[in-house]
């Protein structure tokens, strides 16, 4: 029956939002990508804001360091609804040099983490959701994502960033080059159509890899695309990366793409097997074994993964921005990410059940501060 996965609002409801609430589902899991994509959601009205902390990312000055990672966002209208309840860096999903469709439903189901596999449950999320996530990163035609960027940027305020997330799409027989220009070239466009920086998706597979790995994991690669995605057009770059092997990992790959890189985004997600209760495969379809395992459980390993990252950057390994995301399902995790020093944190689990977070983050600094 398809309400089993819907994931609803949790009504964290206060006095800053209009007096007419149903609950109601944000972003139907029981549903199409298409059919998200044409639905924005109806956010609560919120009559009052709190104002925010502030903050900066590159040169833009911030309302406040909370945003909203790629994913949830799907289009201008998602966009501009999340912009009017507190969220100031804005992530539009995701996009490709062509159209893709979105993998068969389900694709993304609630999970437990077990220790050999994630194990996909059919209870209702609860407030510390853990999802996996196979879409298969989905995108309209260039020609219709350029035009709704520039609408998205015509959307936010004053305080507010929008990052465009992109990735080069790969097909057999294309070589390394062609994949480095096919991520350049969405680069280019999003920036033309009005990006403040660009989000270059490297948690994705790499095709050229003998063994199975991400394209982060290949750093001759990841480095050719940064800087072919910084020549080709002005502004800032962030480089979206995944979990890495080992800490020396991590700081060997930071500080290589550094060179290339205005800032880094991470931790997209773990990549893990997927199964029912029954050991069933969880999604249906070739390739779909594994997805990606996003929301509380990942907070213990991308936190420490971006721990490890603002204390290099401490001792003055390279000075990029650090975007915090991974695992952040309360307004005191993200809190803690940016007292130790991230530039900003994301949320893209949380923001799919929850797009209030941000007021509620807003009222525990205004609360500290009184
Ligand atoms: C529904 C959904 C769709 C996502 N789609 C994308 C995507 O298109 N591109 C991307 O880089 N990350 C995507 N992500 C990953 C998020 O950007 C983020 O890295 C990950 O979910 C970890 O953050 P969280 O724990 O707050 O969910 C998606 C996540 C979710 C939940």
């Known amino acids: 029956m398809r309400r089993k996965y819907l994931i609803y609002w949790r009504l964290p409801l206060t006095s800053y939002v209009g007096s007419k609430v149903i609950a109601q589902p944000v972003y139907r899991v029981d549903r199409s990508y298409s059919w998200n994509y044409g639905h924005s959601p109806t956010l609560p009205r919120v009559r009052r804001v709190p104002s925010g902390p502030g903050g900066k990312l590159f040169d ?27 969220f100031d860096v804005l992530t539009y999903k995701t996009v490709r040099s062509m159209a893709m469709p979105a993998h068969a439903l389900p694709n993304i189901r609630p999970v437990e983490n077990r220790e050999h596999a994630a194990i996909a449950t059919a209870k209702r999320v609860d407030g510390q959701p853990t999802l996996a996530v196979s879409l298969g990163i989905p995108s309209v035609e260039p020609e219709v994502w350029r035009k709704d960027v520039r609408r998205a940027k015509d959307r936010i305020g004053s305080g507010q960033v929008l990052i ?43 095709p050229f890899a003998e063994q199975p790995q991400l394209i982060y994991e290949n750093i001759p690669l990841s480095a050719q695309i940064l800087y072919r995605v910084r020549t080709t057009m002005p502004k800032p ?6 979990v890495f092997r080992t800490p020396r990992l991590l700081h060997e790959t930071a500080t290589k793409l550094a060179s290339w890189a205005s800032g880094f985004v991470m931790t997209h997600g773990v990549r893990r097997r997927v199964v029912d209760e029954a050991g069933n495969a969880a999604f249906e379809g070739a390739g779909r074994d594994r997805a990606t395992i996003v929301g509380a459980d990942t907070w213990p390993l991308a936190s420490r993964q971006i721990e490890e990252m603002l204390s290099w950057r401490k001792a ?55």
């Not at 000055?61 to 201008?76: D, R, Y």
């Not at 770059?237 to 995944?242: E, N, S, T």
């Open 237 to 242: 770059v962030l480089a979206k990366l995944g």
């Open 316 to 370: 003055g390994a390279w000075d990029r921005a650090i975007l915090g995301v991974g695992g952040i399902t309360t307004v005191e995790r993200a809190d803690h990410l940016l007292r130790e020093g991230a530039d900003a944190a994301l949320i893209a689990t949380t923001a799919l059940f929850d797009p209030l977070f941000a007021i509620r983050f807003r009222q525990l600094r205004s609360t500290a501060v009184a």
């Open 164 to 206: 465009v997330s992109v990735v080069g799409t790969w097909a057999p027989g294309m070589d390394a080059e062609q994949l480095v220009q096919d991520y350049a070239r969405c680069a280019a466009w999003a920036a033309e159509a009005g990006a403040d920086a660009i989000e270059v998706h490297l948690a994705v597979p790499d």
């Open 60 to 86: 833009h000055p911030l309302n406040s360091p909370i945003g909203i990672a790629a994913g949830p966002l799907l289009n201008s209208k998602w966009i501009e609804a999340y912009s009017r309840v507190g």
